[in-house]
């Protein structure tokens, strides 16, 4: 699926006619699959920017399709990016803005600490790419909107890395709520919890001995410059004790949760969301808050978001005894509860109201897998169902909700304006302004 220059793919589509081009058998291969015509042959050129362990897990899906070829790799340490490079025999990049320039390049992969999703995926979108971005998607509300629009407007095919929403359980789940066998519901409850009270990541490692082969300016990028931390740079699960790099656990874990209930109620935008919570007993060297309390204020329901990392009591989700990781999910209706989380649930009636109510049969279609999904979409031109269109339902929250713990006070919402109302601090906050020589690029918004 290589470009032709110097119009992309989609470029050429969207402006030359099949009937203008002549007779379909010298038809390029790449410009022949966005005119909706298949080939056998057909080869998706694919490359990686951060090569991190999420970002291996993504790799290695993807790259399990037939069709897929990975051309180019990138990450700012040289100690992620030679293994990859040697595994996949790709050409290797420390420089992300030269990835995107790669010749014959049809899609990457972004699975960067979650500061750079936005640049990166927007650049990626500028570059005629297809994106398959991690999550948390982004860190602010003005990120959220100007990823979806760049995705649009550049007709990127974007899949968001939220990988439980392929799987099998949240589509019986989504079916179930939807059956009406729950009745109206009013209260939607979700929650997160771990114990890595009091010590959390560690205290007293900030460093300026940066290690040989990591550039630790370009690491950092648009956000706040700060000490190299050993701890911060180890994966995804220690991002989410720095601010800075993650916004907290919360970015990290509620797209996971809270995506179902959003899927299967089709909620669009809150109109008011209210956040409590702090920094309580953690003492390291992150600065992310340990419990965070939050309430999202939708027309007909409310829902709400537990996160604590200084006690791991998961309600019904007990699963033995002792300290662990536990999320879950409650739908309250008016005939019962359903409760569940990534695998199992539990159906608690109210009184008879259930009786007769019977399993709504299977009609949301099974998915390959998340990033295989993503993959077909590439060949099809169709979004796959984690694309930003959708996601901002699930993105935007969240991030209001960090906004709204950070100022200490409540947030209103205008669902059609997708603009903060009322609170001009807030609607400010809500807009990056990135370090120095980098810029949030506004003209998205």
């Not at 290695?60 to 990138?74: E, K, L, Q, R, W």
């Not at 919890?193 to 001995?209: I, R, S």
């Not at 959708?390 to 059609?416: A, C, E, N, W």
């Amino acid at each position: 699926m290589k470009k032709t220059s110097p119009f992309s793919r989609r470029k050429f589509v969207k402006t030359t006619s099949l009937a203008a081009i002549g007779a379909p058998l010298i038809l390029k291969t790449s410009l022949a699959k966005s005119a909706g015509i298949t080939s056998a042959s057909d080869k998706i050129n694919l490359g990686i920017i951060g090569c991190g362990g999420l970002g291996k897990a993504n790799l290695n899906a993807a790259s399990s399709h037939p069709d897929i070829v990975v051309t180019a790799a990138c990450d700012v340490w040289q100690e992620r990016l030679d293994p990859i490079t040697k595994k996949y025999k790709c050409k290797g990049y420390t420089d992300y803005k030269d990835l995107l320039q790669h010749k014959g390049l049809d899609a990457v992969i972004i699975a960067t600490p979650a500061h750079w999703h936005a640049l990166q995926a927007i650049e990626a979108a500028e570059a005629g790419l297809d994106i398959y971005l991690q999550k948390p998607m982004t860190m602010h509300l003005g990120e959220s909107i100007a990823v979806r629009n760049a995705v649009k407007k550049h007709d990127a095919i974007c899949q968001i890395g939220t990988q439980i929403h392929s799987g099998e359980h949240y589509r019986r789940m989504v079916e179930l709520v939807r059956s009406g066998n729950l009745g109206d519901i009013a209260t939607v409850r979700t929650f997160f919890v771990m114990n890595e009270a009091p010590n959390g990541v560690g205290l007293g490692f900030n460093t300026t001995n940066i290690p040989k082969g990591l550039d630790w300016e370009n690491w950092v990028g648009p956000a706040r410059m700060q000490s190299y931390n050993p701890n911060l740079v180890k994966d995804a699960f220690y991002h989410g004790s720095w601010m800075d790099f993650s916004g907290g656990w919360t970015p990290g874990m509620a797209p996971h949760i809270t995506d179902l209930p959003i899927w299967a109620l089709d909620l669009g935008y809150p109109t008011e969301i209210s956040a409590m919570g702090g920094r309580y007993i953690t003492k390291d060297d992150g600065d992310a808050y340990d419990n965070h309390e939050v309430i999202w204020r939708y027309p007909n329901l409310t829902m709400t978001w537990m996160s604590s990392l200084t006690n791991s009591y998961g309600f019904d989700f007990k699963r033995e005894q002792k300290s662990q990781r536990r999320l879950g999910i409650y739908f309250h209706g008016v005939n019962g509860t359903l409760r569940t989380d990534y695998s199992s649930h539990e159906i608690l009636p109210e009184g008879d109201r259930m009786e007769g109510m019977k399993t709504p049969p299977k009609t949301i279609a099974p998915s390959p897998g998340h990033e295989l999904e993503w993959v077909e979409c590439i060949k099809s031109r169709k979004q796959p169902s984690c694309n930003p269109g959708y996601h901002t339902k699930v993105d935007v929250p969240i991030q209001l909700s960090v906004l709204s713990l950070k100022l200490g006070r409540s947030i209103k919402f205008d669902p059609k304006t997708e603009k903060i109302v009322g609170d001009d601090e807030a609607a400010k906050l809500a807009i990056p302004e990135y370090r120095a020589p980098w810029k949030f690029p506004k003209e998205y918004l």
